[in-house]
């Protein structure tokens, strides 16, 4: 899955969490690229959207 896939697919569920008044916990996993930088960007931009949502 590319790094702007990573992102939809996390903006749908924290979207929906979010209008259902679900409770959300993030940890990180994963990171199979081998870029190092891939890994860190997909993971970041979990956070930051988190903090879009819920912040």
Do not use: W
Request: with cysteine.
């Amino acid at each position: 899955m590319s790094i702007a896939g990573c992102r939809e697919r996390d903006r749908i569920v924290l979207q929906l969490c979010q209008q259902e008044s679900i409770p959300v916990a993030l940890s990180m996993g994963g990171g199979y690229s081998e870029k190092i930088a891939h890994i860190v960007e997909a993971h970041a931009n979990t956070y930051r959207l988190a903090q879009e949502l819920f912040f």
